[in-house]
């Protein structure tokens, strides 16, 4: 696998994306892009490998593991990039590279040279996505291999022997004979001591991920937290998040196919979150972008815009990282309609992008075909009530003066978009905030 990737964003990409409407080339532009980025951490892990000159058996390990990398991508080149690109992949990547290394680790502490195991566990994982066959013997830490993206197997020992071929998955503990048999898809086996990942209703790339360690940090959390099928806590039954999503793409298809043709193609993994008074909390991690850390909504409204808003913060996090929109240093704070405390312009930016999109959102949903009197009554004032928090720090960014030419362009498309949307008549703004409280998590 190659550890380089040039990458540009083509002319007139930058304004299309400001005005937050999906166009067809924006999903392979986004991929594109974080692809290029996780080469970049990738090949950021192999040199200080090589700088740390880690131990010899820890270094062969890592051969090993970056040769069945490499194998999973020569023989599906799209399946392994998919799984490369997984959200918590990018946290853990982080995590890696920032533990110390050998004696500069406190006691307990994770060491770089351990960490450097998790490679083996995201090479099994792109192997099995594309069908190669593999035996490897993976490190479990605290008893428990994560396969990235498909699931978890709970071991009870410190390393688990994996062999794979074309329609099947072995996984046993080191020190034992026996052990699980799982056959594709591995995300939806059901067996003593696996637990899938469970994909999203009506979409295979989509998980419910309340299993991975990194699936809500650069810190591993919940190692051995119980599974949420069968749970009652706040975060809800799987069946409960499996309604919600359905009905949020349902209501997206009738009100703006293009948005929902977004949400498919960007979200990849859905993390509960336990409930918190006030509405419902949801973030976006920048080094985990196509990840919706979320409270359960408790409607299909507010579903759709947690997946609507939290996508704007995935798509700004892959262009944040290719085509710096802003140099701002974030000593500089600025007040903003949506919260109390003053924010630094990346966040400013970050939350007007998402408020445009909920403004737009809104405003699709005024139009949408069986609306009654009432919800259209009330999706004009949403809209307004967006459109409006939008407008100030819009202008406050394209006057800042620390916009990069690529955040001028982004912005004026913002702007465009705005003025667009403009006063729907009638309308009156609501004087509430949306039941939906934004919480941005980087």
């Not at 594109?32 to 970049?40: E, I, K, M, P, Y």
């Not at 062969?60 to 593991?65: G, K, Y």
């Not at 706040?234 to 293009?258: I, K, V």
Request: glycine share 10%; aromatic share 4%; hydrophobic share 40%.
């Amino acid at each position: 696998m190659p550890v380089t990737a040039s990458f540009g964003v083509p002319a007139g990409a930058l304004a299309s994306l400001g005005a937050t409407r999906p166009s067809p080339g924006d999903a392979r532009l986004l991929a594109a892009g974080l692809h290029s980025r996780r080469l970049v951490l990738l090949k950021s892990l192999l040199a200080r490998a090589q700088r740390h000159a880690v131990p010899t058996p820890v270094r062969q390990r890592l051969e090993r593991h970056w040769q069945l990398l490499e194998r999973a991508e020569a023989s599906a080149p799209a399946a392994a990039r998919a799984a490369l690109a997984y959200p918590s992949v990018g946290n853990w990547l982080l995590h890696v590279l920032s533990v110390p290394a050998g004696d500069d680790a406190a006691p307990g502490e994770t060491r770089f040279e351990d960490a450097l195991g998790g490679l083996g566990a995201l090479a099994a994982a792109a192997a099995l996505s594309t069908g190669t066959g593999f035996r490897v013997t993976l490190p479990a830490p605290g008893g428990r291999l994560t396969l990235p993206g498909i699931g978890s197997y709970t071991a009870h020992d410190s390393c688990v022997r994996l062999v794979a071929g074309p329609r099947s998955l072995r996984l046993s503990p080191a020190h034992r004979r026996t052990g699980t048999v799982l056959r594709p898809p591995y995300a939806h086996a059901a067996v003593a001591d696996w637990h899938g990942l469970r994909p999203l209703p009506g979409t295979p790339a989509a998980m419910l991920d309340d299993l991975d360690p990194y699936r809500a940090g650069t810190r591993p959390v919940d190692r051995f937290a119980p599974p949420i099928t069968g749970s009652s806590t706040g975060g809800g039954r799987a069946r409960d998040w499996n309604a919600r999503w359905r009905a949020a793409l349902s209501l997206l298809e009738a009100a703006d196919p293009a948005r929902r043709s977004e949400v498919f193609a960007l979200v990849r993994s859905v993390v509960p979150l336990a409930r918190t008074p006030g509405g419902t909390s949801s973030g976006t991690l920048r080094s985990a972008p196509g990840c919706v850390l979320t409270e359960l909504p408790e409607n299909a409204e507010d579903m759709a815009a947690v997946l609507v808003h939290e996508v704007q913060h995935s798509k700004l996090a892959v262009l944040s990282d290719v085509a710096p929109l802003h140099h701002a240093n974030g000593a500089a704070l600025h007040g903003v309609p949506w919260r109390p405390d003053a924010r630094p312009l990346d966040a400013v930016l970050q939350g007007t992008y998402a408020h445009l999109a909920l403004a737009d959102l809104w405003h699709r949903l005024t139009h949408r075909a069986g609306a009654t009197p009432a919800a259209r009554a009330r999706a004009r004032a949403r809209c307004e009530d967006y459109r409006e928090q939008v407008a100030s720090p819009l202008a406050m960014l394209r006057e800042s003066g620390e916009l990069t030419r690529h955040g001028r362009e982004f912005a004026d498309g913002m702007a465009r978009h705005h003025a667009r949307l403009g006063r729907a008549p009638g309308a009156a703004a609501s004087g509430r905030p949306s039941s939906v409280t934004i919480r941005n998590l980087r």
